[in-house]
């Protein structure tokens, strides 16, 4: 996991580095909640004898560590993701992915419209914050326009899916 971290880390600063340090500052909070939970409720030998049973342990500490740097993984990954993908063409390959959920009643394309919404607030959240969105009214007419792209799947798709499937199929088999 260091080694795919590294590489990671590298492209994630090469492709976005902007967008991966404003995404990891974003995680911050989150990132703090793990260090705390692990490092403080998992037993094992403790860290600071002293501290008794209140102090952290070298083992959640290790546990800390390592689920905060596959957090920061997923975090860089999604912020080259965003960074060489339009908002369009992602929610385009969502709502390819998500289509069995239309036999399950779902709308498909509602969740492509809110996934664009969330897109537009983070990319430029109003003046005040979240609490601003409370307090504006409901519709001024002045807001753009939604476009939602719908692409289908090409026969190269199809095959790596089919290739990803039976390789799993056979690896949970052995």
Sequence with gaps: MWGFGLVV???????????????LRRVRVLMLVLVILFAFFTPGEA??????????????????VQHCLRLAIVVMLVAVLLERTGERAMVSGLMVL???????????????????????YVESPPEGGWRALLD???FDGAIEPLLVEHAALRWSDWLVMAALTT????GASL
């Design 47 to 64: 860290m600071a004898p002293w501290a008794g049973r209140a102090g952290p342990t070298w083992e959640g500490a290790a546990l800390a």
């Design 98 to 120: 998500a289509a069995p959920l239309a036999l399950l009643g779902l709308s498909v394309e509602r969740l492509a419209v809110r996934l664009l919404l969330v897109f537009r």
């Design 136 to 138: 504006a009214p409901r």
């Design 167 to 170: 390789a799993i199929v056979f």
């Design 9 to 23: 880390l590298v492209a994630s600063l090469w492709l976005a580095p902007a967008k991966a340090r404003r995404l």
